[in-house]
């Protein structure tokens, strides 16, 4: 981003440089940094130490949120050489104020032509603003009770100063002081849409796109669909970003998606408002095609929901997000539902990471890419969960491929993957290595499968060390780790936890298996589970260590209990479970029945419903 000069007209006094002494304190001296003061979370509120004029040249369609800040030492001028929205609050008590500038909390200036600039208030505090030099303001603003806000355009009458706008549904046009009344003032379901605003500073949304079924209007949106091939509006903001890419924000709403949404310029965004954003697909293909497609580099599409109308829309070519070739993006926080394919990528060094596909056939098929990370997921109530297809360099971690039909994870033809710390399970192979070659399987978790936990076929020089594969019964044709057929090469298979019998090699050369913990050494004949919930109230401690006493009849004094969490399908939830999951540091039985969890720094504050499993001999 360029950074403008400003052209100050007082003297600053002495402040600490941005981000050194002080947290919450911010020097600005042009737009990128008032952006950054603008969007930074160090602290709940911010002061913004400003000179009284900053030019904002080249940034058509920015939006500015002045809510909760604090301007020093005077108010803040703002020169626009483009049309911008600016919103801002004075509620006192609740958040800083916009301190006065020679009377006048908020300056507005056009530079080389008239600008229209959509300002959104709220106040109980009276103040003004000065409207100057070739601006025209529409204004939306909310009045406490008996306050009065003054607009000004009189006093700079010399420089064409007009003000022009809407209180609520009152139109009025001034060119001098003007104390309007609470006559005709927004609405509450105004005022909750104005509420939505704040995700364009948040997210720097270049445009915004919102649907007429969730109410919103072209009053805060610069398009808004209609419930029919809405990719047309929203194909048409992306289209009006400069050719050096932006974002595109979808308000809350469901939209009906009836061709592909095409992110085709570099340093895209699409991102919605979570969950709320709902895109629904409303055709079928020949081809593939996804509801969103990155059809160039350096774009990231995030926090929105794809449903794939599967159960209408039975292709098998529909994807939820979906790319032919692209570098350098990223896919984050969606949620893909009822699809084909959830996510179906051809990505090289780009992130995947806090997605959640269900019920698709396949959550990730990620095909001939490298250099990705793909973490933190969730891929689940899938046939297969992630199917890793000819893509090299690339870390797979943290990730749960669960409730699979076929295969959690499965490596084809993949080469020099590090696959770690995934939770795999399924009716067949939880993680399956096909023609996989310098793989790393390290710290996986492996549960059930009516095949087998770890599945090599055909595969050359992989690491297969410290996994946790559980597979109680001794038939024939069941596995912990199994090596099939006389293909495979060179694999190393050592150090795993194997709940069941032993590894089984079926042939092949120079294959090394040592050091693993099989059957009865590690006294095992039969698997217990149960399940239970550790509500959050109930956690014994006012400063850590934490701890929780967990009465679970069958639980033996002996047991080495080994937990999981149920996540919920929620996915703000199973966010909120997975923090809380991560404060228990240790579990142990202290008694017949007993269960004490204990927390070393931070108890949870959201209830889990856990998975209790032990082991014992039989």
Not at 414 to 434: D, F, H, M, V
Request: aromatic share 10%; hydrophobic share 35%.
């Amino acid at each position: 981003m360029a950074t403008h000069n400003i052209s100050g007209k007082v003297n600053m006094p002495a402040v600490p440089p941005l981000f050194s002494y002080q947290k919450g304190f911010f020097v600005v001296n042009n737009f990128y940094d008032l952006m950054t003061a603008l969007s930074s979370t160090e602290t709940p509120y911010k002061t913004i130490f400003a000179p009284t004029s900053i030019n904002m040249t080249d940034y058509s369609g920015t939006c500015v949120d002045l809510r909760g800040i604090n301007v020093f030492p005077v108010g803040l001028a703002l020169e626009f050489t483009e049309d911008c929205t600016i919103i801002f609050n004075q509620i006192a008590g609740n958040s800083p104020q916009i301190v006065t500038y020679d009377g006048l909390g908020l300056v507005l200036a056009g530079v080389g032509g008239t600008r229209n600039v959509s300002l959104f208030a709220q106040t109980d505090t009276s103040m003004s603003i000065l409207a100057k030099d070739l601006v025209k303001v529409a204004v939306n603003l909310t009045l406490n009770a008996g306050v009065g806000f003054t607009f000004n355009a009189e006093q700079y009458a010399n420089y064409g100063g007009t003000l022009t706008g809407t209180i609520g549904y009152k139109n009025f046009t001034t060119t001098q002081d003007a104390t309007p009344s609470r006559t005709g003032l927004m609405s509450a379901s105004d005022k909750g849409r104005l509420d939505n605003i704040y995700y364009q500073v948040r997210k720097y949304a270049t445009k915004v796109v919102g649907n007429t079924a969730a109410g919103h209007t072209t009053d805060i949106c610069d398009y808004v669909c209609d419930g029919t091939a809405d990719e047309v509006q929203i194909n048409a903001a992306l289209n009006a970003l400069a050719d050096t890419g932006g974002t595109v924000l979808l308000l809350e709403g469901t939209y009906n998606i009836a061709a592909p949404i095409l992110l085709s310029k570099t340093y895209t965004k699409l991102c919605g408002v979570g969950e709320a954003t709902v895109l629904k697909r409303m055709w079928n293909d020949t081809v593939l095609h996804g509801v969103v497609e990155l059809d160039n580099n350096y774009c990231t599409v995030c926090d929105l929901m794809i449903d794939g109308n599967r159960s209408v829309y039975t292709a098998v070519y529909n994807c939820g997000v979906y790319t032919a070739s692209a570098e350098f993006c990223t896919v984050r926080n969606i949620r893909a539902m009822n699809c084909y394919y959830g996510l179906y990528l051809i990505i090289f060094t780009s992130t995947i990471t806090e997605c959640v596909t269900k019920n698709c056939d396949t959550g990730l098929y990620y095909k001939n890419g490298y250099d990705c990370v793909v973490t933190d997921n969730n891929f689940v109530g899938s046939s297969t969960g992630g199917y890793i297809n000819g893509s090299e360099d690339s870390v797979i971690s943290s990730n749960n491929f669960v409730g699979s039909s076929t295969y959690g994870l499965y490596l084809d033809g993949a080469g020099e993957i590090i696959a770690i710390g995934n939770s795999c399970g399924s009716n067949g192979a939880c993680l399956k290595l096909n023609g996989a070659y310098n793989c790393q399987i390290i710290g996986n978790t492996c549960n059930g499968g009516s095949a087998a936990g770890i599945h090599l076929v055909g595969s050359d020089s992989n690491m297969v060390s410290g996994n946790w594969c559980s597979k109680m019964s001794y038939d024939a044709n069941k596995h912990t780790i199994r090596l099939e057929s006389t293909l495979n090469t060179k694999n190393v298979i050592c150090n795993n936890d194997c709940y069941g019998k032993a590894p089984t090699v079926e042939g092949g050369t120079e294959n090394n298996v040592y050091g693993n913990k099989v059957g009865s050494s590690l006294d095992v004949s039969t698997r217990f589970t149960f399940t239970a919930t550790l509500a959050s109230a109930t956690w014994v401690g006012a400063s850590a260590p934490f701890t929780y006493t967990l009465t679970l009849s069958g639980i033996l004094a002996t047991d080495k209990p080994h937990i999981s969490v149920d996540f919920s399908a929620t996915l703000a939830t199973a966010r909120l479970e997975k923090a809380a999951y991560a404060c228990i540091d240790e579990v142990e039985a202290t008694a017949d029945n007993t269960i004490v969890f204990r927390c070393f720094e931070t108890k949870p504050t959201q209830a889990l419903n856990i998975f209790v499993e032990v082991l014992r001999n039989g």
